[in-house]
């Protein structure tokens, strides 16, 4: 059974960091990129950060360059996000992608975990 299970969500302060991983069973993460996405309350789903399959390039939404960082680890079929300086816009649920690095067709989600960045 394909699945990708986000955890490390929660309430942190403005300013704190938290871990975010993204557990994939049932497939191997390492034919797949990986991306992190969220969705704010009234907003559309945006791109947060991606990395290839090998993790050997990794790209961010501006708004979180320099704060965020996405890395994989494939001997356990994780990817994870570190969030560092968050802020109160940061607040959305986050969500795991993983697309086939050969057919895009070939692409799972995850559930999403919510992040809340409030003092």
């Known amino acids: 059974q394909v699945q990708l299970v986000e955890s490390g969500g929660g309430l942190v302060q403005p300013g704190g960091s938290l871990r975010l991983s993204c557990a994939a069973s049932g497939f191997t993460a390492g034919n797949y990129a990986m991306s992190w996405y969220r969705q704010a309350p009234g907003k559309e789903r945006e791109l947060v950060a991606a990395?290839?399959?090998?993790?050997?390039?990794?790209n961010y939404a501006d708004s979180v360059k320099g704060r965020f960082t996405i890395s994989r680890d494939n001997t356990k079929n994780t990817v994870y996000l570190q969030m560092n300086s968050l802020k109160p816009e940061d607040t959305a649920v986050y969500y795991c992608k993983a697309v086939h690095k050969w057919k895009s067709t070939i692409n799972y989600w995850g559930q999403g975990t919510q992040v809340t960045v409030s003092s």
């Open positions: 990395i290839t399959p090998a993790g050997g390039s990794t």
